[in-house]
């Protein structure tokens, strides 16, 4: 049975967990099966957007800590903590907040550790109001290694991703949207993330890209970089097959966007 399950419609892909009986942990299994199937949505230039979610009552427990008890799993991660670059646990997270398209978490029931920075590398976070969030790697006496210091950057105060870091708290899905750590709260995720992927698959895929690159250079490039983006991706724009048709949609909104253009 494939720990990731895809379902596609009208351009988005539905990717969620698939370890129910597990809470959605993270195995070294699902992180590896994670990494491919960002890395494959990533060449198809039909893509709109992502939501991700998890099967059963959870949306992710965090990583499966009994998977360490196997003596070669507890070498792959010294491996992976010691290799150059960035490794397998930062890979499997970051593919999702560089995809060429919007990223949208549907958060229900355990959203722990692994499940947080999973959630936290999507653009979008929706929860419902109970459920469970929490950067939790502290109570296990570890520090938050799966691109956090990417995919946090920018979204909260220093202080407060610090204070929920240091104390690992367990917060609700209400708490975690006052804070900024949820986009939106909703009693059924999934549903209002689709209603979001699809009006975003109404504007140009060429000009959503840009927007993505541009926001998430504001977090973290310089002011001289993050200005000569909006100038690379705006001249970009204007040559797109997709500024025509953009144009073309003003008289018939009907018809259809081409094919992304660009990845990067």
């Known amino acids: 049975m494939s720990l990731i399950d895809v379902q596609r419609s009208e351009g988005i892909a539905i990717v969620r967990l698939n ?4 809470r959605n942990a993270m195995s070294f299994d699902l992180l590896r ?3 491919a199937c960002g890395r494959t949505l990533a060449r198809d230039r039909m893509l709109r957007g992502v939501v991700l979610a998890g099967h059963g009552a959870s949306f992710s427990a965090g990583i499966d800590l009994g998977e360490l008890a196997n003596p070669r799993n507890r070498w792959t991660a010294l491996w992976q903590l010691l290799k150059p670059g960035r490794n397998l646990f930062q890979n499997a997270f970051l593919v999702w907040r560089e995809l060429p398209v919007p990223v949208i978490a549907a958060v229900h029931g355990h959203c722990f550790g692994a499940g947080m920075q999973l959630a936290l590398a999507a653009d979008i976070r929706i929860a419902t109001p109970d459920a469970q969030l929490s950067i939790m790697e502290a109570r296990w006496g570890l520090v938050p290694d799966m691109g956090l210091s990417r995919s946090l950057r920018g979204l909260l105060p220093l202080d407060v991703a610090k204070e929920l870091t240091f104390s690992a708290r367990v917060i609700d899905g209400q708490t975690a949207h006052s804070l900024g750590l949820v986009t939106h709260v909703d009693a ?3 549903s209002r993330a689709l209603a979001l992927a699809g009006e975003f698959a109404e504007r140009s895929p060429d000009a ?3 927007a993505k ?3 998430d ?3 973290g490039a310089s002011v001289g970089r993050s ?3 909006e100038r690379r991706w705006q001249l970009r ?3 797109s097959r997709n500024a025509a048709i953009t144009r073309a949609r003003g008289k018939d909104p009907t018809t259809p966007w081409a094919p992304r253009q660009y990845r990067d």
């Open 19 to 22: 370890r129910p009986e597990k």
């Open 33 to 35: 099966e994670l990494l």
């Open 188 to 190: 059924d995720p999934l």
């Open 208 to 210: 959503v890209l840009a």
């Open 213 to 215: 690159r541009v926001l």
């Open 217 to 219: 250079a504001m977090a």
């Open 227 to 229: 200005l000569a983006l």
């Open 237 to 239: 724009l204007l040559r």
